[in-house]
């Protein structure tokens, strides 16, 4: 049973802007904290950004000021605006839910050329 699905990711240049989208499960999206991680070839995956039950955000250095994260309650559905992209911004963008389980989607690529 698929509980976190995204979408959105794709081929953009550099300084152009997408939009992920994760929908959830309802019993999974009402409880937890979501997340997107992300992970370069190579590289850890590292924590993008996060959002609470309650609307409190929280961003990684990297990518203040040039991502946001929302919440549409409504849709059981998180999103993660992603604006003046970089290069080393190609990754594969995972929708993470937790404390209340450990859930994880299947990941989707966002790749930026220079």
């Known amino acids: 049973q698929v509980q976190l699905v995204e979408s959105g990711g794709g081929l953009v240049q550099a300084g152009g802007s997408l939009r992920l989208s994760c929908a959830a499960s309802p019993s999974i999206f009402r409880v937890n904290v979501m997340d997107w991680y992300r992970q370069a070839p190579g590289k850890q995956r590292e924590l993008v950004a996060t959002?609470?039950?309650?609307?409190?955000?929280n961003y990684a250095d990297s990518v203040k000021g040039r991502f946001t994260i929302s919440r549409d309650n409504a849709k059981n559905t998180v999103y993660l605006q992603m604006n003046n992209l970089k290069p080393e911004d190609t990754a594969v963008y995972y929708c993470?839910?937790?404390?209340?389980?450990?859930?994880w989607g299947q990941g989707t690529q966002v790749t930026v050329s220079s």
């Open positions: 993470h839910a937790s404390p209340r389980g450990n859930y």
């Open positions: 959002i609470s039950s309650g609307g409190s955000t």
